[in-house]
Protein backbone atom coordinates (compact mmCIF):
# COMPACT_ATOMS: atom_id res chain seq x y z
CA UNK A 1 0.00 0.00 0.00
CA UNK A 2 3.07 3.02 0.75
CA UNK A 3 3.43 2.84 -3.29
CA UNK A 4 -0.27 4.71 -3.15
CA UNK A 5 1.25 7.51 -0.34
CA UNK A 6 1.85 10.14 -2.90
CA UNK A 7 -1.28 9.97 -4.97
CA UNK A 8 -3.46 10.03 -1.70
CA UNK A 9 -1.36 12.60 -0.53
CA UNK A 10 -2.65 14.74 -3.46
CA UNK A 11 -6.02 13.46 -3.27
CA UNK A 12 -6.11 14.59 0.11
CA UNK A 13 -4.52 18.12 -0.26
CA UNK A 14 -7.34 18.49 -3.13
CA UNK A 15 -10.48 17.40 -0.58
CA UNK A 16 -8.97 19.19 2.13
CA UNK A 17 -8.67 22.63 0.35
CA UNK A 18 -7.65 26.02 2.11
CA UNK A 19 -8.38 23.68 5.23
CA UNK A 20 -5.19 21.49 4.60
CA UNK A 21 -1.83 21.77 6.89
CA UNK A 22 0.81 19.24 6.73
CA UNK A 23 0.03 17.50 9.77
CA UNK A 24 -4.35 17.19 8.74
CA UNK A 25 -2.86 15.33 5.06
CA UNK A 26 -0.56 13.21 7.45
CA UNK A 27 -3.13 12.25 9.43
CA UNK A 28 -5.61 11.74 6.85
CA UNK A 29 -3.16 9.44 4.66
CA UNK A 30 -2.24 7.90 7.55
CA UNK A 31 -5.55 6.86 9.28
CA UNK A 32 -6.57 5.47 5.73
CA UNK A 33 -3.50 3.12 5.79
CA UNK A 34 -4.68 2.00 9.13
CA UNK A 35 -8.10 1.91 8.63
CA UNK A 36 -7.39 -0.06 5.26
CA UNK A 37 -5.25 -2.79 7.17
CA UNK A 38 -7.52 -3.17 9.57
CA UNK A 39 -10.21 -4.26 7.06
CA UNK A 40 -7.94 -6.08 4.65
CA UNK A 41 -9.38 -9.23 4.85
CA UNK A 42 -12.97 -8.10 3.67
CA UNK A 43 -11.68 -6.49 0.34
CA UNK A 44 -12.74 -9.33 -2.05
CA UNK A 45 -10.97 -8.39 -5.18
CA UNK A 46 -7.71 -6.56 -4.83
CA UNK A 47 -7.63 -4.94 -8.42
CA UNK A 48 -10.17 -2.61 -6.70
CA UNK A 49 -6.93 -1.53 -3.97
CA UNK A 50 -6.39 1.64 -5.06
CA UNK A 51 -10.42 2.66 -5.78
CA UNK A 52 -10.77 1.31 -2.00
CA UNK A 53 -8.15 3.49 -0.58
CA UNK A 54 -9.38 6.71 -2.28
CA UNK A 55 -13.04 5.66 -0.52
CA UNK A 56 -11.47 5.61 2.54
CA UNK A 57 -9.60 8.48 2.50
CA UNK A 58 -12.62 10.56 1.04
CA UNK A 59 -14.40 9.63 4.17
CA UNK A 60 -11.58 10.94 6.63
CA UNK A 61 -11.45 13.91 5.01
CA UNK A 62 -15.38 14.80 4.43
CA UNK A 63 -15.33 13.83 8.60
CA UNK A 64 -12.70 16.25 9.27
CA UNK A 65 -14.01 18.89 7.11
CA UNK A 66 -17.11 18.98 8.67
CA UNK A 67 -15.75 18.52 12.45
CA UNK A 68 -13.95 21.81 10.79
CA UNK A 69 -16.83 24.19 10.02
CA UNK A 70 -18.70 23.25 13.52
CA UNK A 71 -16.02 23.45 16.02
CA UNK A 72 -16.28 23.88 18.83
CA UNK A 73 -18.13 20.89 19.01
CA UNK A 74 -19.28 18.97 22.41
CA UNK A 75 -18.09 15.29 23.59
CA UNK A 76 -21.83 14.56 22.69
CA UNK A 77 -21.66 16.59 19.08
CA UNK A 78 -18.32 14.70 18.57
CA UNK A 79 -19.74 11.28 19.02
CA UNK A 80 -22.67 11.81 16.84
CA UNK A 81 -20.31 13.48 14.36
CA UNK A 82 -18.29 10.53 14.06
CA UNK A 83 -20.64 7.89 13.62
CA UNK A 84 -23.02 9.87 11.22
CA UNK A 85 -20.18 10.16 8.86
CA UNK A 86 -18.60 7.09 8.84
CA UNK A 87 -21.17 4.75 9.60
CA UNK A 88 -21.90 4.34 5.56
CA UNK A 89 -17.84 3.16 5.64
CA UNK A 90 -18.03 0.81 8.40
CA UNK A 91 -21.02 -0.65 6.80
CA UNK A 92 -19.51 -1.30 3.52
CA UNK A 93 -16.31 -2.71 4.91
CA UNK A 94 -16.82 -4.65 7.98
CA UNK A 95 -14.02 -4.77 10.83
CA UNK A 96 -14.96 -8.31 11.61
CA UNK A 97 -12.71 -10.91 9.99
CA UNK A 98 -11.31 -13.13 12.51
CA UNK A 99 -7.90 -12.32 11.45
CA UNK A 100 -8.23 -8.57 12.44
CA UNK A 101 -8.52 -9.98 16.12
CA UNK A 102 -6.05 -12.01 16.16
CA UNK A 103 -3.79 -9.34 14.97
CA UNK A 104 -4.61 -7.04 17.59
CA UNK A 105 -3.98 -9.19 20.38
CA UNK A 106 -0.35 -9.50 19.48
CA UNK A 107 0.11 -5.41 19.60
CA UNK A 108 1.45 -4.08 23.19
CA UNK A 109 -1.75 -2.87 25.42
CA UNK A 110 -1.13 0.86 24.76
CA UNK A 111 -1.25 0.43 20.67
CA UNK A 112 -4.06 -2.26 21.15
CA UNK A 113 -6.47 0.36 22.93
CA UNK A 114 -6.02 3.12 20.79
CA UNK A 115 -7.23 1.14 17.88
CA UNK A 116 -9.37 -0.68 19.79
CA UNK A 117 -10.88 3.15 20.89
CA UNK A 118 -10.54 4.56 17.30
CA UNK A 119 -11.83 1.86 14.45
CA UNK A 120 -14.02 -0.76 16.47
CA UNK A 121 -17.56 -0.43 17.18
CA UNK A 122 -17.90 3.16 17.53
CA UNK A 123 -15.09 5.20 16.20
CA UNK A 124 -13.70 7.81 18.04
CA UNK A 125 -11.66 11.31 17.73
CA UNK A 126 -8.13 11.48 17.75
CA UNK A 127 -8.92 14.71 21.24
CA UNK A 128 -11.99 11.76 22.39
CA UNK A 129 -9.39 8.98 22.45
CA UNK A 130 -6.77 11.68 24.15
CA UNK A 131 -9.24 12.62 27.06
CA UNK A 132 -10.23 8.86 27.89
CA UNK A 133 -6.45 7.72 28.26
CA UNK A 134 -5.36 10.73 29.43
CA UNK A 135 -2.56 11.27 26.71
CA UNK A 136 -1.55 14.32 24.12
CA UNK A 137 -3.46 13.99 20.86
CA UNK A 138 0.49 13.92 19.59
CA UNK A 139 0.80 10.35 21.07
CA UNK A 140 -2.42 8.96 19.63
CA UNK A 141 -1.42 9.61 16.31
CA UNK A 142 2.42 8.23 17.45
CA UNK A 143 0.75 4.90 18.73
CA UNK A 144 -1.67 5.02 15.67
CA UNK A 145 1.25 5.38 13.22
CA UNK A 146 3.54 2.13 15.49
CA UNK A 147 0.29 -0.31 14.93
CA UNK A 148 -0.01 0.29 11.30
CA UNK A 149 3.48 -0.79 10.70
CA UNK A 150 3.27 -3.47 13.62
CA UNK A 151 -0.05 -4.88 11.83
CA UNK A 152 1.82 -4.31 8.38
CA UNK A 153 3.90 -7.00 9.51
CA UNK A 154 1.68 -9.57 11.69
CA UNK A 155 -1.17 -10.01 9.27
CA UNK A 156 1.28 -12.35 6.64
CA UNK A 157 1.65 -14.53 9.36
CA UNK A 158 -1.79 -15.11 10.47
CA UNK A 159 -3.78 -17.82 9.45
CA UNK A 160 -8.37 -18.21 9.10
CA UNK A 161 -7.73 -20.43 12.02
CA UNK A 162 -5.64 -18.54 14.85
CA UNK A 163 -8.48 -16.07 13.78
CA UNK A 164 -11.29 -18.18 14.55
CA UNK A 165 -9.45 -18.81 17.97
CA UNK A 166 -8.90 -14.84 18.47
CA UNK A 167 -12.52 -14.16 18.50
CA UNK A 168 -13.69 -17.21 20.56
CA UNK A 169 -11.59 -16.05 23.22
CA UNK A 170 -12.54 -12.73 22.99
CA UNK A 171 -16.75 -13.89 22.75
CA UNK A 172 -16.00 -15.81 26.22
CA UNK A 173 -14.51 -13.28 27.97
CA UNK A 174 -16.99 -10.45 26.87
CA UNK A 175 -19.85 -12.51 27.75
CA UNK A 176 -18.08 -13.55 31.20
CA UNK A 177 -17.26 -9.52 31.88
CA UNK A 178 -20.80 -8.33 30.92
CA UNK A 179 -22.35 -10.54 33.09
CA UNK A 180 -19.91 -9.51 36.38
CA UNK A 181 -20.23 -6.40 35.75
CA UNK A 182 -23.73 -5.95 35.75
CA UNK A 183 -23.43 -7.98 38.98
CA UNK A 184 -21.09 -5.12 40.17
CA UNK A 185 -23.71 -2.34 39.35
CA UNK A 186 -26.37 -3.82 40.74
CA UNK A 187 -24.38 -5.23 43.92
CA UNK A 188 -25.99 -8.68 43.27
CA UNK A 189 -24.58 -11.87 44.80
CA UNK A 190 -21.68 -12.58 41.84
CA UNK A 191 -20.53 -8.98 42.90
CA UNK A 192 -17.37 -10.20 44.92
CA UNK A 193 -16.32 -12.29 42.05
CA UNK A 194 -16.02 -8.77 39.58
CA UNK A 195 -13.80 -7.29 42.16
CA UNK A 196 -11.46 -10.41 42.27
CA UNK A 197 -10.81 -9.43 38.94
CA UNK A 198 -9.01 -6.80 39.78
CA UNK A 199 -5.24 -6.58 41.29
CA UNK A 200 -5.15 -5.05 44.71
CA UNK A 201 -2.38 -2.17 43.60
CA UNK A 202 -4.89 -1.62 40.32
CA UNK A 203 -3.52 1.87 38.88
CA UNK A 204 -6.58 3.65 37.93
CA UNK A 205 -6.61 6.79 35.86
CA UNK A 206 -9.88 9.09 36.06
CA UNK A 207 -9.93 11.53 33.23
CA UNK A 208 -12.74 13.88 31.57
CA UNK A 209 -11.64 16.90 29.50
CA UNK A 210 -8.82 18.93 30.84
CA UNK A 211 -8.63 16.74 34.03
CA UNK A 212 -6.25 13.90 35.09
CA UNK A 213 -6.76 11.70 38.48
CA UNK A 214 -4.30 8.88 38.86
CA UNK A 215 -4.84 6.64 41.69
CA UNK A 216 -3.43 3.33 43.05
CA UNK A 217 -5.49 0.73 44.67
CA UNK A 218 -9.25 -0.97 43.44
CA UNK A 219 -10.74 0.32 46.27
CA UNK A 220 -11.20 3.95 44.25
CA UNK A 221 -12.77 1.96 41.36
CA UNK A 222 -14.88 -0.07 44.20
CA UNK A 223 -15.75 3.51 45.54
CA UNK A 224 -17.19 5.04 42.24
CA UNK A 225 -18.94 1.91 41.40
CA UNK A 226 -20.38 2.12 45.72
CA UNK A 227 -21.48 6.08 44.46
CA UNK A 228 -23.53 4.95 41.77
CA UNK A 229 -25.56 1.81 43.97
CA UNK A 230 -26.36 4.38 46.41
CA UNK A 231 -27.37 6.64 44.35
CA UNK A 232 -29.83 4.05 42.87
CA UNK A 233 -29.08 5.30 39.02
CA UNK A 234 -30.03 3.20 36.21
CA UNK A 235 -27.36 2.13 33.91
CA UNK A 236 -26.91 0.23 30.48
CA UNK A 237 -23.78 -1.55 29.43
CA UNK A 238 -23.81 -0.71 26.13
CA UNK A 239 -20.62 -2.62 24.82
CA UNK A 240 -18.31 -4.34 26.23
CA UNK A 241 -15.60 -5.44 23.43
CA UNK A 242 -12.38 -7.20 24.19
CA UNK A 243 -8.98 -7.24 22.22
CA UNK A 244 -6.74 -9.99 23.85
CA UNK A 245 -5.64 -8.78 27.54
CA UNK A 246 -7.15 -5.68 26.61
CA UNK A 247 -11.06 -4.60 27.05
CA UNK A 248 -13.44 -1.27 26.38
CA UNK A 249 -16.48 -0.41 28.29
CA UNK A 250 -19.35 1.83 27.66
CA UNK A 251 -22.03 2.52 30.42
CA UNK A 252 -24.96 4.93 29.50
CA UNK A 253 -27.23 6.39 31.93
CA UNK A 254 -30.78 4.80 31.20
CA UNK A 255 -32.57 8.41 33.09
CA UNK A 256 -31.35 11.19 34.31
CA UNK A 257 -33.20 14.50 35.86
CA UNK A 258 -34.18 16.73 33.51
CA UNK A 259 -32.89 19.43 35.51
CA UNK A 260 -29.14 17.53 35.51
CA UNK A 261 -26.94 17.54 32.24
CA UNK A 262 -24.67 14.71 33.69
CA UNK A 263 -22.17 13.21 30.90
CA UNK A 264 -24.70 10.29 29.29
CA UNK A 265 -21.92 8.43 29.25
CA UNK A 266 -18.77 6.59 30.85
CA UNK A 267 -15.77 4.72 29.06
CA UNK A 268 -13.66 2.23 30.66
CA UNK A 269 -10.63 1.15 29.08
CA UNK A 270 -9.01 -2.26 31.48
CA UNK A 271 -5.75 -4.01 30.91
CA UNK A 272 -4.89 -7.30 32.26
CA UNK A 273 -1.79 -9.14 32.78
CA UNK A 274 -2.15 -12.59 33.11
CA UNK A 275 -5.15 -13.49 35.68
CA UNK A 276 -5.89 -9.89 36.92
CA UNK A 277 -6.31 -6.71 35.72
CA UNK A 278 -3.60 -4.57 36.53
CA UNK A 279 -4.56 -0.81 34.79
CA UNK A 280 -8.20 1.51 34.44
CA UNK A 281 -8.76 4.33 32.49
CA UNK A 282 -12.15 5.84 33.51
CA UNK A 283 -13.92 8.86 31.61
CA UNK A 284 -15.54 11.16 32.77
CA UNK A 285 -15.73 10.92 36.11
CA UNK A 286 -19.54 11.00 36.58
CA UNK A 287 -22.17 9.03 35.42
Known sequence: MEGYRPELRAYAMHLLGSHRCEQDVEDMVQETFLHALMHLPSLRHPAALRSWLHTILRNNCYLL???????????????????????????EVSPDSAQVWAAMELLPDALNATVLLRFFRSRRSYQQIATILGIPVGTVRSRLHHACKRLRAIFPQLSGETGMEACARNEQQ????????????????????????????LQVTFTAEGYIQRERGKQHLQQLFERHTNANLPVDIQQVV??????????????????????????????????????????????
Open 65 to 91: LRRSRQQPLSWEQDVQETITVTQPLLD
Open 174 to 201: EERFRALLLAAITNDALAPTFWDEYDAN
Open 242 to 287: FSGKVCFVELCRASAPATELPPPCVTMVFCRREERIIKAWICPLCW
